[in-house]
């Protein structure tokens, strides 16, 4: 049994930045493949960065540049650094794990153990 445990929302105001941490507790023998998803209310889920086992990274037309996923195998735990935060980027964000090794483009459904979410708001 593997869980996720996320970490490090918050409020903000526009432009500032925040760290979302995901650690995993227990045997992640099935982790290959893992990313973030957020979901406003009233909105469809959306994949917002990926990191596939070789480091390889794929983010959504409206973070890339502004968000870096990283992972820490070490640790058992993946990160969000969210820069240049946008009112647009409220959200619960969620981290989840795949045991594709390679997911591009990215398929939710593909993803099979999610965390509880963490909070993210952003004010103007």
């Known amino acids: 049994q593997v869980q996720l445990v996320e970490s490090g929302g918050g409020s903000v105001q526009a432009g500032g930045s925040l760290r979302l941490s995901c650690a995993a507790f227990?045997?992640?023998?099935?982790?290959?493949?893992m990313g973030w998803i957020r979901q406003a209310p009233g909105k469809e889920r959306e994949g917002v960065a990926h990191?596939?086992?070789?480091?390889?990274?794929t983010y959504a037309d409206s973070v890339k540049g502004r968000f870096t996923i990283s992972k820490d195998n070490a640790k058992n735990t993946l990160y969000l650094q969210m820069n240049s935060l946008k009112p647009e980027d409220t959200a619960m964000y969620y981290c989840?794990?795949?045991?594709?090794?390679?997911?591009?483009?990215?398929?939710?459904?593909?993803?099979?153990?999610w965390g509880q979410g963490t909070q993210v708001t952003v004010s103007s």
């Open positions: 989840a794990a795949s045991p594709f090794y390679k997911m591009v483009p990215v398929v939710l459904e593909k993803y099979k153990s």
């Open positions: 227990g045997y992640s023998w099935n982790f290959n493949s």
């Open positions: 990191i596939d086992s070789d480091g390889t990274t």
